[in-house]
Each structure stands twice: as C-alpha cells, then as structure tokens.
T-cell receptor
Framework: DAGVIQSPRHEVTEMGQEVTLRCKPI?????LFWYRQTMMRGLELLIY????????DSGMPEDRFSAKMPNASFSTLKIQPSEPRDSAVYFC???????????FGDGTRLSIL | AQSVTQLDSQVPVFEEAPVELRCNYS??????LFWYVQYPNQGLQLLLK??????LVKGINGFEAEFNKSQTSFHLRKPSVHISDTAEYFC??????????FGQGTELSVKP
C-alpha cells in the first residue's frame, strides 16, 4: 500500500514567489492534515479537512497561506507571496478516524531565499 | 485547551541502557494519547497509542508507555535501547475530533 505522498520533496525559491505543495493521502482515509515543522516552533497544525471539507484552519499563519482539497485524493497548500520566515518542513498526514493513527508523508523541505 | 509538555528536550543514553522519555498533558476532556517517532529526513511514525483499557500500552520496537491519569502523564520507556533508536520522539494528545496536539519533541541519542 502506498503511503502519503508529498511533492516536491525539496523546494528552493526566492521571496515573493508563489509556492504550491501537494499531497496525496492514503486511499480510504477521510481526514487530512497539514503541519509545519521548525526548530523554533516545533510541529504546528496548520489546517485539517474531514471528507474534503476544511474543519479547522486556526493554525494557518496569515492570509498568504491557503489550502484546498478538491477531492479525496489530493490536497494543496499554497503560499503567496512567500517570505523567508516560511522556510520549514511541511508535512501532510491522513487518517481514517480519530482513534486511528495519522500517517505522515516524508515532508517538503521549503527554503525561501 | 489541551497541551502537551515533554520534559526533556534531549536524552543521551548508552546502548543497552534503559530509557524513559517523559510526557505530561493537560486536558479538560477524555484524552487519547500517542507517541510518534521521527527519523532524520522522514515523517512521523506511530509508536503506540492509548485510547482506553489497560494503562500499560505496548508499541513497536520494544517501546511501552504507561497512562497515569492522576499524574496526567504518559511516559515512554524501553528497557534496553539500540543505536537505531536514535531519533526524535513526540508525545501527542487528541480529543475525539481527531486533532492532534504535539509536544516539542525529545531527541534521543544512543551512544555506543
């Protein structure tokens, strides 16, 4: 069974550019989560979806960040315009229920110059 | 609001020694507790979880954890560690909404 797939694995871009991170959850999982990990702030939940509907986006840092889940097999996290302080590792995770473990992708390492 | 505190940011230990990674939580509702491990350049993997029932939970790779409601703790233990256990370990709490709140992580460093 394929796990959670994220792309790209690495992204380096200049500040001001638009960045799009992609995630394919595990088939049959109905909840999807986007996290950001930095040394300073640890692992932060940005937003999560149940059945493709955003449930809690209180962790999204500001309006420059947006996330979509157009169908059960695909989600995007977009940053526009990007800033150096957005540099982090972004993880996507999915699960089939609250009492089931979350399965994480390998992350996207984002560097904004 | 729920929160998780991992009391040690770094734990160095020699190979084959026992280890305990400490985790305390606060919550006003029933909690569900998890330990995850993160190896370098990888995502998090589930080690074990507590939902209900026996307070001693066994996980993968020889790890176990004990849920202590009176002390609001969920410490992770292993009787004898290996070099390959070197990683970062995260304690997390969830309500039935499925949202996980993670601790800051504990870096376990196993030395030969």
């Amino acid at each position: 069974d394929a796990g959670v797939i994220q792309s790209p694995r690495h992204e380096v871009t200049e500040m001001g550019q638009e960045v799009t991170l992609r995630c394919k959850p595990i088939s049959g999982h109905n909840s999807l989560f986007w996290y950001r990990q930095t040394m300073m702030r640890g692992l932060e939940l940005l937003i999560y979806f149940n059945n493709n509907v955003p449930i809690d986006d209180s962790g999204m840092p500001e309006d420059r960040f947006s996330a979509k889940m157009p169908n059960a097999s695909f989600s995007t996290l977009k940053i526009q315009p990007s800033e150096p302080r957005d540099s982090a590792v972004y993880f996507c995770a999915s699960t089939r229920g609250w009492d089931q473990p979350q399965h994480f992708g390998d992350g996207t390492r984002l560097s904004i110059l | 609001a729920q929160s998780v505190t991992q009391l040690d940011s770094q734990v160095p230990v020699f190979e084959e020694a026992p280890v305990e990674l400490r985790c305390n939580y606060s919550s006003s509702v029933s909690v569900y507790l998890f330990w995850y491990v993160q190896y370098p350049n990888q995502g998090l993997q589930l080690l074990l979880k507590y939902l209900s029932g026996s307070t001693l939970v066994k996980g993968i790779n020889g790890f176990e954890a004990e849920f202590n409601k009176s002390q609001t703790s969920f410490h992770l233990r292993k009787p004898s560690v290996h070099i390959s256990d070197t990683a970062e370990y995260f304690c997390a709490v969830s309500d039935q909404g499925g949202k996980l709140i993670f601790g800051q992580g504990t870096e376990l460093s196993v030395k030969p």
